[in-house]
């Protein structure tokens, strides 16, 4: 079992910086694959924005790739969203996500506001 926690949501202007953080527990955090992944409001579906593995290696959608840098540190057991240049395209509910191979959990959210 991991629990998941997402701290640093809030609300920021267009063209401001947020990092997120997710703390786990639980588990050998090192070994689990860790996203970030935003459900926007009006019902949208939720969506990868970043993931990145046990071995380091990143991945971004498209509409946040030059903006988004995801990282972790497991000594921490904690992985980070740095988020430069928001928009307000970018507000959200950001949840956490850990995975490892039949094993998938999921933190309880932070919310982003991006508005002036």
């Known amino acids: 079992q991991v629990q998941l926690v997402e701290s640093g949501g809030g609300l920021v202007q267009p063209g401001g910086s947020l990092r997120l953080s997710c703390a786990a527990s639980g588990s050998i955090f090192s070994i689990y694959a860790m996203g970030w992944y935003r459900q926007a409001p009006g019902g949208k579906q939720r969506e990868l924005v970043a993931t990145i593995t046990s071995a380091g290696m990143t991945n971004y959608a498209d509409s946040v790739k030059g903006r988004f840098t995801i990282s972790r540190d497991n000594t921490k057991n904690t992985v980070y969203l740095q988020m430069n240049s928001l928009k307000p395209e970018d507000t959200a509910v950001y949840y956490c996500?850990?995975?490892?191979?039949?094993?998938?959990?999921w933190g309880q959210g932070t919310q982003v506001t991006v508005s002036s």
């Open positions: 996500n850990g995975n490892y191979y039949h094993l998938n959990y």
